[in-house]
């Protein structure tokens, strides 16, 4: 597998969540130069692609080129590999046949709804996977600390935050709380539902 900072791994598996294929938006903190940076070298491995963006649609563009038309970008078939996705779970049209890249294809019909109407698939966590670990450590009575959280998954203070905030909150939208206790300090878990 091709070596790929996270940030280049959240946004190949953004775009490949989506219907259409398309890169865009970014993360929001991923601007100017940095994003640059992060864009570049998958476009130059051939993991992500500069397509036409069809305005009418409202495609969000990458960059304009000098004759005025715009950019966007999306994933490709050596993108979707990197994630270990084949064509046969790339994300489907509504006649079962693989979407394309083209913008043309991703205008919305009668017959289907845009892909913003339609309900996104529910994320599930992967058993043995550092994120599972740390899932059940929060959902023990107890909960956990972050320098506890920190010991067990070999991961820096800083990513626990990390995972918390963003996978756990954002993007498995689970309710983490957390209270101070004298003698461990601040313990996070997830109450029990």
């Known amino acids: 597998m091709t070596n790929l900072t996270d940030t280049q791994l959240i946004v190949l598996n953004a775009a490949a969540q989506r219907a259409t294929l398309i890169a865009l938006p970014l993360p929001p903190n991923l601007k100017g130069g940095a994003a640059?940076?992060?864009?570049?070298p998958?476009?130059?491995?051939?993991?992500?692609?500069?397509?036409?963006?069809?305005?009418?649609l409202g495609e969000p563009l990458w960059r304009e080129t000098g004759d005025g038309h715009g950019v966007?970008?999306?994933?490709?078939?050596?993108?979707?590999?990197a994630l270990g996705i084949t064509a046969d779970s790339a994300p489907q049209a509504a006649d079962g046949g693989e979407v394309?890249?083209?913008?043309?294809?991703?205008?919305?019909?009668?017959e289907s709804p845009p892909?913003?109407?339609?309900?996104?698939?529910?994320?599930?966590?992967?058993?043995?996977t550092k994120q599972a670990a740390l899932i059940d450590m929060l959902r023990s009575p107890d909960g956990a600390t972050i320098a506890e959280i920190a010991a067990a998954t070999g991961w820096l203070t800083h990513t626990v935050r990390g995972a918390i905030a963003g996978a756990l909150k954002k993007k498995l939208g689970l309710e983490v709380v957390s209270e101070k206790i004298e003698a461990r300090g601040r313990v996070y878990r997830l109450p029990h539902a």
């Open 72 to 81: 966007t970008l999306a994933i490709t078939e050596a993108g979707l590999a």
């Open 36 to 40: 640059h940076k992060v864009v570049h």
């Open 115 to 128: 892909a913003a109407a339609t309900e996104a698939p529910a994320r599930k966590v992967r058993d043995g």
């Open 100 to 110: 394309a890249v083209e913008a043309s294809d991703a205008a919305p019909t009668p």
């Open 42 to 56: 998958l476009i130059e491995k051939g993991l992500l692609e500069e397509i036409d963006a069809d305005r009418r």
